[in-house]
């Protein structure tokens, strides 16, 4: 499994270790471009989740006609080109043009589904918790070495590094991803999207990555600025901020998704990183100086750095196999879209609307969420049947229509039939027999 799954979450962890780079410090470059306003500074920050999220689904569907490969090449090279523009801009449109073009290569719903492809059904929560953790890892990384290069050599410097990484990902992509194994996929209906969309549970997940997202781009927004604005930092040193709140969200992160993946409390390490949500930006809009400030961001860090390793998974447990390119492109189109929204009604009410207002708000929004949450069951385990059809006939694969059983699926490339079923219900054997 390590071997499939680790290139292909070295690529995604690397694109957002690209579009990281900037978070901590775009505000501050860009409010001083040419044509700037709070607006559009929001609009750049979040911008390229906005073409993320409109092309995340049609990229899903070209992977399945086109292939997988060959799709997140395409995405990464649109993400080069887009650095590339960012990185020579001089005014606020053409920022904003490159932020643009660096979402449209929407290649995560893609690599989630590469890694899907590659990894047994039972390996998957830790294939998905893998990606997750180096996305998280990324994003802490990012949060140290953006403000740290930026402020040494310009922030136009960040976007021909995030150029680089997105052309060295596809030598990653090349040399070391295996092809995908044929799979096909045998139900009595069609996906439903109606099923999908009306799935109590995917909805709860979905605006959980909606809000997520969102509240991290507008952290993104008031962080730098007010600590340059209103505490007199400069630049280079808002790495003093970014390093205790890396360095803690990172120590979180690891209990969050051993209890999460290990003991099934997905729906605790949810509430209580919601819980350091409300607290975080309490304290940053009431803080009257810059440690206490300091000390809002890290708590904040410490609750996204909890959500993020098991997002993924999380939202994939409550998916078919034959849903789940699906789910998994809404689900990252709902983050996408909150990302995007998060930056702009970040830009346009930071000017209006007074910050304690604005966070006050957003605690009384969180209680709600964890509320929301609170409904949500913990994923049931189910267990996983292998079975070869040089011994078992697909001829009597119609008996696997049953209640016990919550999906199969024949794997081609390896010439294996898969169950997924409910032990408690149905035993192997029983399945076994099914197929005889």
Not at 36 to 56: C, E, R, S
Not at 97 to 109: P, S
Not at 117 to 125: G, I
Request: proline fraction near 4%.
């Amino acid at each position: 499994m390590i071997k499939s799954v680790l290139p292909l979450s070295a690529i995604i962890a690397l694109r957002f270790f690209g579009l990281f780079l900037v978070l901590p410090i775009i505000s501050v470059y860009a409010i001083n471009l040419e044509g700037a306003t709070p607006t559009l500074v929001g609009i750049v920050i979040g911008g390229y989740a906005l073409t993320q999220m409109i092309f995340q689904v049609p990229f899903g569907v070209i992977s399945d006609k086109l292939g997988r490969k060959g799709t997140i090449i395409m995405g990464l090279l649109l993400f080069a080109v887009g650095s590339l523009i960012c990185a020579v801009s001089n005014d606020i449109y053409s920022l904003l043009f490159g932020r643009l073009l660096q979402g449209a290569g929407a290649i995560g719903a893609v690599v989630t589904a590469t890694i899907s492809d590659l990894v047994k059904e039972e390996q998957r929560p830790k294939a998905m918790a893998l990606m997750g953790s180096s996305i998280a890892i990324a994003f802490a990384v990012s949060m140290i070495a953006g403000p740290t290069i930026g402020a040494a050599f310009g922030v136009h410097s960040l976007f021909y590094i995030t150029m680089v990484i997105a052309l060295g990902s596809i030598f990653v992509l090349i040399k070391m991803v295996p092809n995908p194994p044929h799979i096909t996929h045998t139900y009595n209906k069609k996906v439903n999207l109606g099923e999908v969309l009306g799935n109590t549970n995917l909805i709860k997940m979905n605006i959980t990555n909606f809000l997520q997202k969102g509240l991290m781009t507008f952290a993104f927004m008031i962080i730098p600025i007010t600590l340059v604005n209103h505490f007199e930092w400069t630049m280079g040193e808002l790495w003093k901020v970014y390093l205790p709140a890396m360095i803690f969200g990172v120590i979180a992160m690891g209990p969050a998704a051993v209890i999460a993946e290990k003991k099934g409390k997905f729906k605790e390490i949810l509430i209580i990183g919601i819980i350091f949500f409300a607290i975080s930006y309490l304290v940053i809009g009431l803080s009257s100086s810059a440690v206490v400030f300091v000390v809002g961001v890290v708590i904040f860090f410490i609750g996204f750095n909890m959500h993020e390793p098991i997002m993924q998974s999380l939202a994939s447990k409550f998916a078919k196999v034959h849903q789940r390119g699906l789910v998994l492109g809404i689900f990252n189109s709902a983050g996408y879209l909150g990302t995007f929204l998060g930056g702009m009604i970040g830009g346009m009410f930071y000017k209006n609307v007074t910050l304690s207002t604005l966070v006050i708000t957003i605690a009384i929004i969180c209680v709600l969420w964890a509320i929301l949450i609170f409904t949500m069951p913990n994923p049931a385990k189910k267990r996983f049947l292998y079975l070869s059809l040089d011994e078992y006939h697909l001829e009597n694969s119609k008996n696997l229509n049953n209640p016990s059983i919550d999906e199969w699926y024949i794997n081609n490339t390896e010439n294996i039939i898969a169950i997924k079923y409910d032990n408690e219900k149905i035993s192997e054997d029983e399945i076994k027999t099914l197929l005889k």
